[in-house]
DNA sequence: ATATAAATTTAGGCAAACCTAAAAATAATA
DNA sequence: TATTATTTTTAGGTTTGCCTAAATTTATAT
């Protein structure tokens, strides 16, 4: 079941919006994401209905069927590894990797993905701590990582701390508890240090021994 | 300058064709390397002419330009580099790469070719022996290497041998001698010893310190 | 509940890159 | 040099994915 470019990234757009509850998504939406014209959308919608792809009844928003979340699911694998191989083995920045992975994620080739998946050792997560789904589209349950070992710009949620009385006191001080929004804004390479900020407002500063004692989820 | 894949297709086609010294390249020939039609070619010519890509003129074949030239160039750097990375760091055999790097040839970002360049650390032949052109779209003259980093399956013409008269006579016995065409069939990734086809007739086995005393150019 | 606004779909077009069939130019051969 | 054969070009068509403008449906607000 082989897609073209359009098709894929009108899927992988789905997918993004429906998030993993797969709610219905709007022509609108769609739209604005492609940077496209919703008339554009309605007719890539039939074509995907057509395939079964998704599920569209006109005026009504679309889902993904079965079928549908797993081709989407596969090509946010490609992204992913590939935004991997480029900042881990290519160098690049955070910032540099997104519009060449966009092109990468098209090639067509199981074969590529498989081996890439082994040359970088199968990756679990992204450079933007996004999980990898696996070759069959399963993204693993998303449990929980030590927040030292979190990547750059990447936003987590507080899922446990280290039951250490002078730690929990510190942290509330800070303003970070179990369920606080973290987003790392900035990590020191000489000592670990993080700068993050929490629930959308403030900034803190934190030393690798604290940032080693708490756990996210995202 | 920004090509549609397509376009691309057509430079590299009709620079494979005319080879280095750049000979007029047939409507017809192209249309057979692409699977495509003699109209089609046509029409795509007329195209790349109005970029001066091509020099055109009606019912008489065509040339690069030197603009021409150099975008060809660069996408057969793009893809002798892919094709690099696949076997050495993916690695997939030499007969599964050429349809991946097709694909992989067109992807744009002049950063991801000088990135991967550098993370190859900066191979002068692709998998096939082929010489891979610099940034500039220049191919080194191609001086010699020695027989034993001769790529698998690579024909290659005996340049020079290292002057020690025993070795000469044992060569010479064998039938080997300036001027000889090799191709290596096999190498032995255990003693680097080579299996050799000389001159399109004899096949003969050579030790890696005989393969290391003789140099050959492409 | 009805009028207005917003979202979606339909209808008709456009550009790229392909096609077939016919016409024109060039090449080959009697 | 005619005449045939081959190559190339031109003249319409097709498909994909996009567009605008108009029509339709659904949502919102008085």
Chains 1, 2 share one sequence.
């Not at 919608?45 to 079928?67: E, P």
């Amino acid at each position: 079941m082989i897609q073209t470019t359009s098709e894929e990234n009108y899927l992988k757009t789905i997918f993004h919006h429906a998030g993993l509850s797969n709610n219905a998504v709007t022509t609108n939406d769609i739209a604005a994401s492609l940077g496209t014209k919703a008339a554009s959308v309605t007719e890539m919608l039939k074509k995907l209905s057509a395939q079964k792809l998704i599920r569209y009844k006109k005026y009504n928003g679309v889902t993904l069927t079965d079928s549908g979340t797993k081709q989407a699911l596969l090509i946010v694998r490609k992204h992913r590894l590939w935004e991997y191989f480029l900042v881990e083995k290519l160098k690049f920045s955070w910032d540099e990797i997104h519009e060449v992975a966009e092109q990468l994620e098209h090639i067509q080739s199981e074969t590529l993905v498989e081996r890439l998946d082994t040359f970088l050792e199968h990756p679990r997560f992204d450079p933007h701590g996004d999980p990898i789904p696996d070759k069959k589209g399963i993204i693993k349950k998303s449990d929980s990582q030590k927040l030292i070992d979190v990547t750059e710009k990447k936003e987590a949620i507080v899922n446990l701390v280290t039951d250490q009385p002078e730690l929990l006191r510190y942290l509330s001080k800070i303003g970070i508890s179990i369920g606080s929004k973290l987003k790392v804004i900035e990590k020191n390479s000489f000592d670990q240090s993080m700068l993050l900020l929490i629930n959308g407002k403030s900034k803190v500063h934190i030393s690798s021994s604290i940032a080693n004692n708490i756990s996210v989820q995202f």
